[in-house]
């Protein structure tokens, strides 16, 4: 890479894709299924063990310097969820090197001669120093490339202690073998990154291989994924407790909402029943009003009545007391007339006598 590339590429890094306002750069966001999720949160097995003899080739998906800052842009303001993909990724990737490891440890127990259990256990002893060695060893030289020499002098110190107890651990197992099967490479399958360890390897090799690329890579990774799970494990409980929190809350307003429909509703039942009280009571007021107004008019007619029924009464009398004096006037000028007529007649007779006596 030329120095110009290794410019934007670290201008990239650093400003994201948005830095000299490229447009064709921009149609692709870090959200896009198309772009590794392990690539933006560095982890990305096909960039960690890139020049060694586990190298991956070029990742399928999207690798970008400038996608990576702005996710880490976009990281600080929300929580994007992308720890899971990436946890995801790692696992797959390890557990198909932990099949590894148990097939070549199946071929080397298949291809290496049976020992006993004990000589297996010293043997197993010889390969643990081995590896603590070339650890110490490893971190010994990456110390001392810091500049920190005192650390990386300590730690030389107990590699020769460690070197004491592999010497002592090589001869019980050199005892506890015959010395044609001694002669022979035992192999050993290493834990992290599935190579081959001979137990006869010496100080060199071990740190070599310890110190390796892809050692060291390997150790990245599971550190990683170890980081990415415990990183998914809180968030996970965070956003558990969330929306606990939020069911709660919501329990919480619809229990209040309930209450303060309840007494919504009491409210409006006392209003209405206020209301019908109000009425009730207003036309209770009117009936009153209207009965007392019956009862007034009522008296007003009985008073005109009985006014009328003595007015009436009094002027039946009076025309009673006429017709009395009329009928006495009557009779009396009957009785006048039939003595007048009866003294008529009285003095018809005598007249008619006297000419009945004056004929005669």
Same mark, same amino acid.
């Given at each position: ?38 690539? /933006? ?87 643990? /120093? ?5 650890? /110490? ?19 030389l110190m107990e ?41 006869h390897d010496n ?24 980081? /990415? ?99 006495r006037e009557r ?30």
């Amino acid at each position: 890479m030329s120095a110009q590339a290794q410019m934007r590429a670290l201008l990239d890094q650093l400003m994201g894709t948005a830095r000299d306002g490229d447009e064709t750069r921009q149609r692709v966001k870090f959200t896009d299924d198309r772009v590794c999720k392990s690539h /933006l949160l560095d982890c990305c097995p096909h960039d960690i063990l890139a020049g060694t003899r586990m190298d991956l080739g070029e990742c399928t998906k999207i690798h970008d310097l400038a996608l990576r800052a702005d996710y880490e842009i976009a990281s600080k303001e929300r929580d994007l969820f992308f720890e899971l993909d990436a946890m995801d990724h790692l696992e797959s990737f390890i557990a198909e090197c932990d099949r590894r490891t148990e097939l070549a440890k199946k071929r080397l127990a298949e291809t290496q001669e049976e020992i006993s259990a004990e000589v297996s256990a010293k043997a197993e002893k010889v390969h643990e /120093l081995n590896e603590d060695i070339g650890k /110490l060893l490893a971190k010994a030289e990456q110390l001392g490339a810091e500049g920190n020499v005192d650390e990386s002098q300590k730690i030389l110190m107990e590699v020769e202690k460690v070197r004491a107890k592999k010497k002592e651990a090589e001869e019980e197992y050199r005892n506890s073998m015959p010395a044609s099967s001694f002669q022979q490479q035992k192999l050993r399958v290493c834990e992290v990154c599935s190579a081959y360890l001979g137990l006869h390897d010496n100080d060199r090799r071990l740190a070599d291989h310890f110190g390796g690329k892809l050692h060291l890579g390997f150790i990245q990774i599971r550190e990683k994924l170890d980081q /990415l799970r415990k990183t998914v494990a809180e968030k996970q409980e965070k956003r558990n407790q969330d929306r606990l929190r939020r069911r709660e809350e919501r329990e919480r307003e619809e229990r209040m909402g309930r209450r303060s429909g309840s007494r919504n509703r009491d409210r409006r039942r006392s209003r209405s029943r206020e209301r019908r009280r109000r009425r009730s009571r207003s036309a209770s007021r009117d009936r009153h009003r209207r009965h007392r107004s019956r009862s007034r008019s009522h008296s007003r007619g009985h008073r005109r009545g009985s006014r009328d029924r003595s007015s009436k009464h009094k002027s039946s009398r009076d025309r009673s007391s006429r017709e009395k004096s009329r009928d006495r006037e009557r009779k009396e000028k009957s009785s006048s007339e039939r003595r007048h007529e009866s003294t008529n007649g009285k003095s018809r007779s005598k007249r008619s006598e006297e000419r009945e006596a004056g004929e005669i």
